[in-house]
């Protein structure tokens, strides 16, 4: 996506820029296996103004390192990817790039663990053999990779995607995304808060080793969703549909990198442990 100069995953390797470095991380080895999605050039970054995330927070009861992290809490392999054009960006690592979790750039800059889905593009991930259930507060979280452009807070480089929850990856009920279409808004070039209950537009503190739980969802970052707002007591499957009506192409250096950015989605109330 393409707002005031900044680009898709914002900056090719080498682009001069002041932004703090990018995070990455490598799917493991012994993650649970599923078919991959044909490669793509993953050798784009992303920055923005430098600004510090908050330090360490208390609550959820994991720490930030990925080795300490029960993998059924996260995406444990990927149903369907529906991907559209000007996108790319990270299909090469499926599934284990949405699988683990985030690997958060806190405030100034977004991770390039993601895969893009491209304007209107989709995926539906499962957690098998664990589902979410409702529970007290916020279920589950959703990590994209939005961040303030210039340490603005009021400046989001966002790219919202709808959100929805199945427990048959046939029936699905949907949270409600209601991003304004408005290509001249000061955030995002195809879409503007009010964002209503999308995911993509609060950025990730959470990443491995640094002690930030991604099951607090004070903490963690990313967009938390309650089963109880659309009326289910489990979800063993959720669908992201970008919905950033971003143009293809669009200017810039990092054609591959339109759309919604999938990191992970972590489940705060399990039902397996």
Not at 71 to 76: E, P
Not at 80 to 109: D, K, L, Q, Y
Not at 212 to 227: E, K, Q, R, V
Request: with cysteine; hydrophobic share 35%; net charge negative.
């Amino acid at each position: 996506m393409m707002r005031s100069g900044v680009t898709g995953l914002a900056l090719l390797a080498g682009f001069a820029c002041a932004c703090g470095p990018a995070t990455t991380r490598s799917p493991s080895p012994d993650e649970p296996d599923s078919s991959p999605t044909p490669a793509a050039d993953a050798s784009v970054a992303m920055g923005g103004e430098d600004s510090s995330p908050p330090g360490s927070a208390e609550g959820g009861g994991d720490a930030g390192d990925a080795g300490a992290l029960p993998a059924s809490r996260f995406v444990t392999g990927v149903v369907s990817f529906s991907p559209t054009g000007c996108t790319g960006f990270g299909a090469s690592a499926m599934p284990g790039i949405v699988e683990g979790p985030p690997v958060g750039g806190g405030t100034s800059h977004g991770s390039t663990d993601v895969v893009s889905l491209g304007s209107g593009g989709s995926i539906v991930v499962s957690f098998a053999p664990n589902a979410i259930v409702d529970g007290p507060g916020p279920d589950f979280i959703v990590f994209e990779n939005p961040f303030w452009v210039g340490g603005n807070s009021g400046d989001v480089y966002a790219e919202p995607g709808e959100v929805s929850v199945s427990d048959d990856a046939t029936t699905w009920a949907t949270f409600p995304c209601t991003p304004t279409l408005d290509p001249g808004a000061a955030i995002g070039t195809g879409t503007a808060p009010p964002y209503g209950e999308c995911a993509g537009w609060q950025v990730v503190y959470s990443a491995p080793g640094n002690g930030i739980s991604p099951f607090d969802p004070a903490a963690a970052g990313g967009n938390a969703f309650d089963l109880a707002d659309v009326g289910l007591s489990s979800a063993r499957y959720v669908r992201i549909v970008d919905r950033t009506h971003e143009a293809c192409p669009e200017a810039g250096p990092a054609p591959d990198t339109n759309g919604f950015d999938l990191d992970a989605v972590a489940i705060l109330n399990a039902l397996l442990p």
